[in-house]
Nanobody, 115 residues
Framework: QVQLVESGGGLVQPGGSLRLSCVAS????????MGWYRQAPGKQRELVAG???????NYANSVQGRFTISRDNAKNTVYLQMNSLKPEDTAVYYC?????????WGQGTQVTVSS
């Protein structure tokens, strides 16, 4: 059974940092393209950061230079380091795993940026 479990969300002040983690089980993790998405209230889910072909990374323009995605295949884990957080980063953040037609989501973790 495929499971993606996110953690690390919470309440942080503007300018602060958080690191999200997503642990995968039930999949051959190293084969999957992993990514982080987010969904704010009343908005569509959007890609925040992901791994492309050949291990390249891509980021939404709004987080470029502030967020960093990384993965540890030995731990079946993908991370999202978020720095210089802004109120507009407030959303539920979801981990995603893709391989061919297979597309799996985690349950999400809430990130709230507020003073």
């Amino acid at each position: 059974q495929v499971q993606l479990v996110e953690s690390g969300g919470g309440l942080v002040q503007p300018g602060g940092s958080l690191r999200l983690s997503c642990v995968a089980s039930g999949i051959n993790f190293s084969l999957y393209t992993m990514g982080w998405y987010r969904q704010a209230p009343g908005k569509q889910r959007e890609l925040v950061a992901g791994f492309g072909s050949g291990g390249t990374t891509n980021y939404a323009n709004s987080v470029q230079g502030r967020f960093t995605i990384s993965r540890d295949n030995a731990k079946n884990t993908v991370y999202l380091q978020m720095n210089s957080l802004k109120p507009e980063d407030t959303a539920v953040y979801y981990c995603n795993a893709k391989l061919g037609y297979i597309n799996r989501w985690g349950q999400g973790t809430q990130v709230t940026v507020s003073s």
